[in-house]
């Protein structure tokens, strides 16, 4: 589609809407904001952890990103107001786009972000105006998973949504989160390449001869490919998550190990570099943005690293020095609102300069691609009245995204206390999960958002006072743990039915004190708690999915408000850039 | 596969060998008193008396950052220092530090891949014993509890 041409469904799109929302301001609003100027020979499209968002869905970023030691004040770790004064001019909606500011009168304004219909539009927009062959657009992973038709159709009606988006190579993390035999199904049925340098086969299956891409290396998937782009050679690595048998259940990938195995990293890099002659050097990565940085500046020789996994808006890249020269370390945030754009300029056979553009994906600002819309329609259709239940009505705002809990988190863990009749309740730092404005139905399609995924079971144990410290403990050392490559990329634990005061400067086995139940008694590590909970990763848990029961809680009530947030006491972290509008309190 | 089954056979033939190596009594019990030590630094003593110690970056000893399960880490060692005779393993924060030591015949090739079983999160070091020195290079594995991944 040529610029021309998308104009024209623009007006299509108004003229069979009749609500002229593509007319006038918006057409300006659109234009502002996708017209970019011409850069370079060929185009890279970024996108990353859709969490099978294929609907435009809202989506809060994170008031809460405390970044420590070498990434305190570095992006992303700034947020809000401490962004925006950084970044000088930007409009009122790209401000909207990458902070939490005045969310709900903001979402009203601008509308829903995302939605593979929308994005699909402005996929084909930005590839019709480079040459054909010019461009790539590639997947960074967490596209399988995040919705319930996504879980249904264990992550099919995803590969065949990035098929008609034309997805050319993607790498993974959720996506491991099915069984082995239907993660390569899905990769068969896959139009593009899916690519991962660090995912080994065990030596014990590659001796029992799992299917494997290299029985040599172990590679279970191509790690890296070449393509021409106008005439030059781009070589695109595949970096998949490297935590996933411990952030998700090895039971399910038990054949397979990772690891972020920077040393092969560097060797595929060194032999790329003599063996391929590329002119460019690419890692579409799923470590997260702190462990790119610091990737970036130990392996030499990769130009760009496309990264996902940490749900970072970046709205410009990092340029790291290393041995080699200089790697440009990005993220492309999640569930389908940012669409990243990379234009690259060649000359001699070498990468000489780049622009780099990180898209807001306004859907009212995107008129829906038709065939899109209609894959979308066909895969959610027989379950329209699962998914369209409205289970109460929110009276506040709901979200998840940020380092402790968000009101879509306590709604949970109050539900889970409840429901289950447990004095505690934790449930999982996830990132992904969409936002629900206030006066909007919480339908099962939005529970789904924040809770679907194929280990769902609820569980109600006894735990004692050490052994919920130690879990705090653990979780926040995934987190604040001074060497990113100990970090796992989610956030804190979120918690229900107690409080607690967090260090995150400390060292590990000392962030987490004063514990206290909701009734103002002090806990002890002697103490015995009943507590509920989900998504354990050892082995499954027996109770419900945690969207059942959730959704009881919801039916048995008209409205739901969250007023208060059990968020940790934060000691030393004051002034931190990352942190802004923060409920819980200083020590 | 062949690959594959060279290296396997090739490990298979370097446990062989360290079993093999004939070793002295005494040696035996020397053994004996390090893999029972409850300290690293007992343990090294046990083995190796006062022996000197320099720290290295020298030779390949990889260890995953954060282990997938904490009952088979995967560790793989490779040197082409000449005059090598043994090579052992530490975990500090385990029970009985010792994980494990492989002895090398003159000329053989220094190089294997083992599991060790590690507890909670600690330091692991490989030692590696010539003639007149030993050469220790550390590193951090963490084992930690899964879950909350983004």
């Not at chain 1, 589609?1 to 659109?30: D, P």
């Not at chain 2, 530490?90 to 002895?103: E, G, H, K, M, Q």
């Amino acid at each position: 589609m040529n610029r021309r041409e998308f104009i024209q469904l623009l007006m299509q799109a108004a003229a069979v809407t009749g609500t002229g929302v593509f007319a006038g301001g918006a057409h300006a609003s659109s234009r502002a904001l996708y017209d970019l100027p011409a850069f370079g020979s060929a185009r890279l499209l970024h996108m990353t952890d859709s969490h099978a968002q294929l609907l435009p869905i809202y989506f809060r970023e994170p008031n809460v990103n405390i970044g420590l030691g070498e990434a305190l004040g570095r992006w992303p770790h700034v947020v809000g107001r401490n962004l925006l004064a950084e970044l000088g001019e930007v409009s009122p909606r790209e401000a909207h786009a990458l902070t939490y500011l005045d969310f709900t009168q903001a979402a009203e304004k601008f509308g829903r972000v995302g939605g593979f219909a929308h994005l699909k539009t402005l996929v084909d927009r930005l590839r019709g105006e480079v040459a054909d062959g010019a461009s790539l657009l590639l997947d960074g992973g967490d596209t399988w998973q995040g919705s319930g038709t996504a879980l249904w159709t264990r992550g099919r009606d995803m590969v065949e949504a990035t098929n008609l988006l034309g997805v050319d190579i993607m790498t993974g993390h959720w996506e491991f989160t099915y069984l082995e035999d239907e993660i390569h199904d899905n990769v068969d049925a896959f139009n593009g390449e899916f690519v991962a340098q660090n995912t080994y086969a065990t030596e014990d299956a590659l001796f029992d001869g799992i299917p494997v891409y290299d029985e040599d290396s172990g590679h279970v998937f191509k790690p890296y490919t070449i393509r021409e782009l106008n005439g030059h050679r781009v070589a695109v690595i595949g970096q998949a998550f490297p935590y996933t048998p411990i952030a998700n259940p090895k039971r399910f990938i038990p054949n397979w190990t990772f690891g972020i195995r920077e040393d092969e990293l560097a060797e595929l890099v060194e032999v790329i570099r003599e063996d391929e002659d590329p002119a460019a050097v690419v890692l579409l990565s799923h470590n997260g943005m702190d462990v790119d940085l610091k990737l970036a500046s130990r392996v030499p020789g990769i130009d760009f690293i496309l990264g996902g996994h940490t749900h970072d808006g970046m709205p410009r890249p990092i340029e790291v020095e290393n041995s080699g020269g200089r790697t440009v370390v990005t993220n492309a945030g999640s569930n389908g609102k940012f669409l990243a754009v990379l234009d690259l300029d060649f000359g001699g056979g070498r990468l000489k300069d780049y622009r780099y553009r990180l898209l807001p994906v306004f859907s009212e600002l995107l008129p829906a691609d038709p065939a899109m819309q209609a894959h979308i329609d066909a895969v959610r259709a027989p379950h329209r009245e699962v998914l369209d239940e409205k289970l109460a009505v929110a009276d506040s705002l709901l979200y998840r995204r940020g380092n402790f809990n968000g009101s879509f988190d306590q709604l949970i863990v109050d539900a889970l206390r409840e429901e289950l009749d447990a004095q505690i309740a934790l449930s999982p730092g996830f990132r992904w999960g969409t936002t629900v404005t206030p006066g909007e139905a919480i339908t099962m399609d939005r529970l789904l958002d924040q809770t679907c995924m194929t280990y769902p079971e609820t569980y109600v144990r006894e735990m004692s006072g050490a052994e919920l410290r130690n879990v705090l403990e653990s979780v926040a050392d995934n987190l604040f743990n001074a060497d990113p490559y100990f970090q796992q990329g989610g956030d804190m634990v979120r918690t229900g039915g107690f409080s607690y005061r967090l260090d995150p400067t400390a060292a590990m086995g000392e962030r987490v004190s004063n514990m206290t139940l909701a009734n103002g008694k002090t806990m002890d590590d002697g103490g015995t708690y009943k507590v509920a909970g989900w998504a354990t990763v050892g082995s499954q848990s027996p109770g419900d999915p945690v969207w059942d029961v959730v959704a009881r809680y919801l039916r048995a009530r008209k409205s739901v408000r969250i007023d208060h947030l059990e968020s940790p006491v934060l000691k030393n972290v004051k002034g931190n850039p990352g942190l802004a509008d923060y409920r819980g309190g200083h020590a | 596969m062949t690959g594959l089954l060279t290296r396997r056979r090739f490990a298979q033939a370097m446990v062989a060998l360290a079993a093999i190596g004939s070793t002295p009594l005494r040696a035996l019990a020397r053994n004996k008193e390090a893999f029972e030590a409850k300290m690293p630094d007992e343990a090294l003593k046990a083995l190796f008396g006062d022996k000197p110690m320099e720290a290295t970056d020298a030779f390949e000893f990889k260890v995953p950052e954060i282990a997938e399960d904490g009952s088979i880490v995967p560790v793989t060692i490779s040197t082409d220092m000449p005059g090598v005779k043994s090579i052992s393993l530490l975990v500090d924060a385990n029970p009985n530090p010792l994980s494990a030591r492989f002895n090398f015949m003159p000329g053989a090739v220094t190089e294997f891949k083992t599991r060790i079983k590690m507890g909670e999160s600690s330091d692991v070091r490989a030692v590696i014993e010539t003639d007149d020195k030993l050469y220790v290079s550390t590193k951090n594995v963490k084992v930690t509890l899964g879950g909350c991944g983004g």
